[in-house]
């Protein structure tokens, strides 16, 4: 009896490990994409055109959105004259560190060179907002000419916080420099000025309201991506501060003033209670201007539906884009996303193509 009880419960074990493994199996997943790097130009203001490095064409670059535990190839190719990797910001790399996107240290120097292709390779081991952006000259590459996308990593236990959200939304911070709007390896350094300020690389009036309504409960996903601090402001609301660098805190607290620093993705939660039109702008005051000129900069407005708008509202005839947020590509599952609305126009360029990968 002793026996037969012993290899029934070593038969439920060995059963049991079988099944986490098959659970396990069946959530990861591979996914192999491919990304350019291109040189165009987009319109930052009204009154500033900016050339930039987009990925894909694009400033921010495209969504990348898997869960945690699938692992992805990232084959990019450098169509620009300039080199360049890519840094996959938040993520732990272990056993994988060839594969962080740091010239000389990581990869070899000077990075991805013109005409080239290099594949990474990655497993998304941490949950949460991550993003990836560029480390060759990060100051300007970065800083200043928009290499940089986001990353959403689905967890395999979401927060109760997390299963209450209704709108999912990323806002990329960042910071520009006029004077070194149309000259490439200019610009970034600690004696430049930047005098514009965006949410995901448009400044109002040239990027969208956030439509919401009554009883949504919204997640934005703050991301400082270029060389300036922001304080996000929410006219209004209270902004649930719950998760730091991807990760769960443990004690969410309240505030309606969000610090985002260069480097950070931190995720606050709002429930929208409070029917009407609020401004959510930059609370560095200059920093809500256009080279000085108020209102611009970093700026949207909390539009709730069902509000009637005004003749003399400023965004009454917008031509809405209800993916400049990302919330619709964040609707479409998992693998690498393209947005429309971010694309720039391309300066035409030929180079050679040869192709490398991490060892």
């Not at 493994?21 to 987009?42: L, P, Q």
């Not at 080239?116 to 480390?135: L, R």
Request: net charge positive.
């Amino acid at each position: 009896m002793i026996v037969n009880s012993m290899k029934r419960s070593a038969f439920l074990l060995f059963f049991s490990c079988m099944m986490l493994t098959a659970t396990a199996s069946a959530w990861a997943k591979h996914y192999d994409v491919s990304m350019s790097i291109d040189e165009v130009t987009i319109q930052v203001a009204p009154d500033l055109k900016y050339k930039v490095f987009g990925f894909d064409g694009q400033v921010p670059g495209p969504l990348i959105h898997v869960r945690q535990g699938d692992d992805v190839s990232v084959h990019v190719t450098n169509h620009t004259t300039l080199p360049h990797t890519i840094h996959w910001h938040g993520f732990y790399q272990h056993k994988n560190w060839n594969n962080d996107g740091v010239p000389g240290i990581t990869q070899p120097g000077p990075g991805i060179k013109p005409g080239e292709t290099f594949t990474y390779h990655w497993v998304a081991e941490k949950p949460g907002t991550m993003w990836y952006h560029c480390h060759v000259n990060a100051n300007e590459h970065t800083g200043i000419r928009g290499m940089w996308g986001p990353i959403v990593v689905d967890p395999k236990k979401p927060t109760a916080l997390e299963k209450k959200v209704t709108k999912d939304i990323i806002m990329m911070m960042s910071s520009w420099e006029s004077a070194a709007a149309d000259k490439y390896g200019t610009g970034g350094g600690p004696n430049d000025k930047r005098n514009y300020f965006s949410i995901n690389a448009r400044s109002f009036p040239l990027d969208q309201p956030l439509r919401v309504k009554h009883g949504d409960f919204v997640r934005v996903r703050f991301i400082g991506a270029g060389n300036t601090m922001h304080a996000m402001h929410s006219h209004g609301h209270d902004m649930l501060v719950a998760f730091k660098d991807g990760l769960p805190i443990k004690d969410p607290y309240y505030v309606d003033t969000q610090l985002i620093i260069p480097g950070s993705h931190n995720d606050v939660f709002i429930n929208m209670d409070n029917s009407g039109r609020f401004i959510f702008h930059d609370h560095i005051d200059y920093q809500s201007t256009n080279n000085g000129k108020f209102p611009g900069g970093a700026v949207t407005i909390i539009e709730y539906a069902g509000n009637p708008k005004d003749d003399w509202y400023v965004w009454k005839d917008v031509k809405y884009q209800p993916d400049f947020f990302y919330a619709e590509s964040l609707k479409k599952g998992y693998g690498k996303f393209d947005q429309a609305v971010f694309k720039g126009q391309p300066l035409e360029r030929k180079h050679r193509r040869h192709h490398r990968k991490a060892d």
